[in-house]
C-alpha cells in the first residue's frame, strides 16, 4: 500500500481525470470536500472503479444519531478510509464506529481516523482564538487518546506529534499527516508543516499531500519521488 496519498484537491470531474491518466498504476488518493461538492459522489464511485485507493476526507462532526447514519452510508460507497473529527467526543466517535459496521460491505469496514488539531492551526490560534488551552501536542495526544477508546484505527496529526501519539496508543494506531512540503515549497495556509523525510524519521504510516504534488510541474514525477522518500 503507498504511503502517499494525494489530496485530489479540486473541483471538476475533468480536472480529476486530466491528473489521473498520468498515472498508470494504481494510487492512493483523497477525495475531499471541494470535489464531493463539486461533483458528488458519484465521482468517488468513478475513481474506486479505477482500482485507486480512497480516503474520503468529509470530517464529519454532528450528533451521534447523524454520524451515524452518515457513516454507514458512506461505508457503503466501500471506501477504504474516512474521517471525522475527534471535537465531537467519544459517544459521536463510537456512534460514527456502530455506523460503519452496520454499512459494511462484504464484511469489510473502511477504515476510521479522527482530525485532532488541524494542521493550518497554530498553538497560538488554539489558545487564543479557540479558546483551547495547553500545547497543541497536549490537545493532539488527548485526542489521540479518546479516539483510540472509541474504537478508530488512527488520527489525523501533523508530523511533529506521530511520534507521540504512537506511544500513547501503539505503533498500529495509524497516522496519516497532512501539512507536508517540499524543502523549496511555499507552506500556503499550513501552519505546522514538514517534509517527506521528517515524515518518514517520525514513523508516520501516511502523508497526505496536495498542492506540493497538483501544482509541481511533473505531478507525476513528484508523487513517485516522495513516495520513494517515504520507503
Ligand atoms: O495542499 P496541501 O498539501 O496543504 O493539502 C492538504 C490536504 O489535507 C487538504 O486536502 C486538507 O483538506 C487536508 N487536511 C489538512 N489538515 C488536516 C486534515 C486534512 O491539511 N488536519
Known sequence: MNKTIVALDFSTREQVLDFLKGFDEPIYVKIGMELTYGCGLDIVREVKEMGHHIFLDLKLHDIPNTVKGGMKNL??????????????GIEMMKAAMEGLNEGAQDGKRPLCIGVTILTSTSQEIMNNELGIPGTVLERVVQYAKNAKEAGLDGVVCSVHEAKAIHEACGNDFL????????????????KRVATPAYAKEQGCDHIVVG?????????QQTYWDIEAMMR
Not at 461505508?75 to 465531537?88: E, R, S, T
Not at 497516522?175 to 499550513?190: C, E
Request: with cysteine.
Open 75 to 88: 461505508a457503503k460507497l466501500g471506501v477504504d478510509i474516512v474521517n471525522l473529527h475527534c471535537a465531537g
Open 175 to 190: 497516522t496519516v499527516t497532512p501539512g507536508i512540503r517540499l524543502a523549496d515549497n511555499s507552506s500556503d495556509d499550513q
Open 211 to 219: 498542492r506540493s504534488i497538483t501544482k509541481s510541474e511533473n505531478p
